[in-house]
């Protein structure tokens, strides 16, 4: 038999073209402001490159839906999951998160994450609002008295939880804080990767709906390591 050329049909690569763009659309839209430039990746993920301190900050990846992104007049918009809107403003020295979803559940979700350095370089640390404050250097996170360090905190108990409702990464001289500014439903999460530490929100559904709009602030500071963030 005779071995016939495969057939492309232009209408189908089109198509498949068309397809690609769309799918690449979720991703990559950038805000730029005279200090900041913010950048929504993949898992609702965020890169903040701070233009004062010289350093880029990165949020790790969530395991959350992210569609029907746009930029804003102050900052980004997106779909989480479906049924929760996300809006973050880019202000003078913090970046805003948002959450809404009318009648929407919230339980379970675990998002944003905090801020660590992009460059794994300079050694950095956490910092926990837990007993009377802990300083935890990530090249610590294996050592087996601070194992029990990644675990669930509540935000708004100081008996059980953390004495705040933040936490915080800095190389002592940079940092970003993560506040949230809501969190009587909520508790945040702290685990270990590769790298050293990572933290994000974990919420709770009020009266089995999300019910009011959640939000998350993220303070970065220049200079001044714990004793500016905190």
Request: hydrophobic residues 40%; contains cysteine; proline residues 6%.
């Given at each position: 038999?005779?071995?016939?050329?495969?057939?492309?049909?232009?209408?189908?690569?089109?198509?498949?073209?068309?397809?690609?763009?769309?799918?690449g659309?979720?991703?990559?839209?950038?805000?730029?402001?005279?200090?900041?430039?913010?950048?929504?990746?993949?898992?609702?993920?965020?890169?903040?490159?701070?233009?004062?301190?010289?350093?880029?900050?990165?949020?790790p990846?969530?395991?959350?839906?992210?569609?029907?992104?746009?930029?804003?007049?102050?900052?980004?918009?997106?779909?989480?999951?479906?049924?929760?809107?996300?809006?973050?403003s880019?202000?003078?020295?913090?970046?805003?998160?948002?959450?809404?979803?009318?009648?929407g559940?919230?339980?379970?979700?675990?998002?944003?994450?905090?801020?660590?350095?992009?460059?794994?370089?300079?050694?950095?640390?956490?910092?926990?609002?837990?007993?009377?404050?802990?300083?935890?250097?990530?090249?610590?996170?294996?050592?087996?008295?601070?194992?029990?360090?990644?675990?669930?905190?509540?935000?708004?108990?100081?008996q059980?939880?953390?004495?705040?409702?933040w936490?915080?990464?800095?190389?002592?001289?940079?940092?970003?804080?993560?506040?949230?500014?809501?969190?009587?439903?909520?508790r945040?999460?702290v685990?270990?990767?590769?790298?050293?530490?990572?933290?994000?929100?974990?919420w709770?559904d009020?009266?089995g709906?999300?019910?009011?709009?959640?939000?998350?602030?993220?303070?970065?500071?220049?200079?001044?390591?714990?004793v500016?963030?905190?």
């Amino acid at each position: 038999m005779n071995a016939h050329p495969p057939v492309v049909c232009r209408s189908n690569l089109r198509c498949v073209l068309t397809l690609l763009v769309l799918a690449g659309t979720c991703f990559g839209q950038t805000v730029e402001t005279p200090r900041f430039r913010v950048s929504l990746r993949e898992g609702g993920a965020l890169e903040v490159m701070d233009k004062t301190a010289a350093v880029t900050w990165v949020q790790p990846a969530a395991k959350v839906k992210v569609s029907a992104a746009d930029v804003t007049a102050d900052g980004l918009s997106f779909t989480l999951n479906d049924n929760i809107t996300v809006r973050v403003s880019v202000r003078a020295d913090s970046v805003d998160f948002t959450l809404n979803g009318n009648d929407g559940h919230i339980e379970g979700v675990e998002y944003p994450a905090g801020c660590t350095l992009a460059d794994p370089t300079p050694p950095q640390t956490l910092l926990l609002p837990y007993c009377a404050g802990l300083a935890i250097p990530f090249v610590a996170k294996d050592r087996p008295d601070l194992k029990r360090t990644a675990d669930y905190y509540d935000a708004c108990n100081n008996q059980m939880g953390l004495m705040m409702p933040w936490i915080a990464t800095t190389d002592g001289r940079a940092g970003s804080l993560m506040l949230l500014e809501t969190p009587f439903d909520a508790r945040l999460k702290v685990w270990t990767d590769t790298t050293g530490y990572q933290y994000s929100a974990a919420w709770k559904d009020t009266k089995g709906r999300l019910g009011y709009e959640r939000r998350v602030r993220y303070y970065f500071r220049a200079e001044g390591g714990a004793v500016a963030l905190c």
